[in-house]
């Protein structure tokens, strides 16, 4: 299964499966309930109406979508990854393992900003754009692209560190999410922590469904 097949599977989660009902989450929000799975073993409805901001008729219809992909379960105790969805997840975070937020910085300029990292998907850009569009799509009033070349982080069709200045913000990327050549880092902008958490997620999965490695 290559990662477009992956995220037409999420695609497959938040449709209406027939219904009129308009949903009110989205491929990123599944993504993020997916990934606090894999944390924890099981995961209630509270947290995750808490961890996805959204109200307990959405969660209660993710789940059943999930449900009829296979990929999750239920008991009294929570709701669970499968044998099916521990194996998508793990394959989808090969390609993004590594996430986290960084202070207000000179590539960075949001109250909050959220870095995700696309392991050698740095071949997936033109100039960036394309990732940010799909960032302000859900929210981001702004987003930067990053790509690891010989060991510097560059913006796309540029060859200069663009960290050179900024030793701080350079080590607070390399220690939290270790990108390495080939890499490509997503960093979303926006006012919340949430929406830049889910507007970058909603560019790499972009990315990910545009782009087979």
């Avoid at 989660?13 to 309930?33: D, E, M, Y």
């Avoid at 850009?125 to 692209?145: C, F, N, P, V, W």
């Avoid at 069709?157 to 960290?163: M, Q």
């Amino acid at each position: 299964m290559n990662t477009r097949q992956q995220v037409q599977i999420l695609q497959n989660t938040v449709s209406r499966k027939g219904s009129t009902k308009v949903l009110t989450f989205s491929i990123p929000h599944v993504f993020k309930a997916l990934q606090l799975l894999h944390k924890e073993q099981y995961v209630s409805r509270a947290d995750f109406c808490k961890e996805l901001q959204m109200g307990e008729g959405a969660v209660k219809t993710m789940i059943l979508h999930l449900k009829k992909e296979s990929m999750v379960d239920s008991t009294k105790s929570g709701t669970f990854l499968t044998s099916r969805g521990k194996n998508f997840v793990n394959r989808l975070l090969e390609i993004i393992p590594l996430e986290c937020q960084i202070k207000k910085c000179s590539i960075a300029r949001g109250r909050f900003n959220h870095a995700i990292l696309l392991k050698r998907y740095a071949f997936a850009t033109k100039s960036g754009m394309e990732q940010r569009d799909h960032a302000i799509l859900y929210g981001a009033t702004a987003a930067t692209t990053l790509l690891c070349k010989e060991n510097h982080l560059v913006f796309p069709n540029e060859t200069v560190d663009c960290l050179r200045n900024d030793p701080k913000t350079k080590n607070a990327i390399s220690t939290n999410i270790h990108p390495e050549n080939g890499d490509m880092i997503i960093i979303a902008s926006a006012d919340d922590p949430f929406v830049a958490e889910i507007a970058a997620k909603n560019s790499a999965l972009w990315t990910l469904a545009t782009h087979t490695r």
